[in-house]
């Protein structure tokens, strides 16, 4: 397996909090990040500078079935970056 598809909310979050990624991502992609459920997102609450997310997961029919979804704990995060002020 690649790194995407080994990659989990508890590594996300440790990264984005070590790049100050609420002040300074615009670009987030995470393609196939098959193990993710979306809470590793919480750093970039508030984020004015993030322009562009992509958390599409390209369906492999013998995995497809296994993967979590991605949880209604995301939705507020993505609420409090496209509700903030001075948002693109």
Not at 31 to 50: A, D, H, Q, Y
Not at 53 to 65: K, N
Request: aromatic share 2%; charged share 25%.
């Amino acid at each position: 397996r690649g790194l995407a598809e080994r990659l989990k909310d508890d590594h996300l979050g440790a990264i984005l909090i070590c790049i100050n990624a609420v002040h300074q991502l615009k670009r987030l992609k995470l393609i196939n990040c098959t193990w993710m459920k979306g809470g590793g997102l919480k750093p970039l609450c508030g984020s004015v500078v993030l322009e562009q997310m992509d958390l599409s997961i390209i369906e492999r029919a013998t995995e497809y079935a296994s993967m979590p979804a991605l949880s209604i704990e995301v939705v507020p995060i993505l609420e409090s970056i496209v509700d903030k002020e001075g948002s693109v």
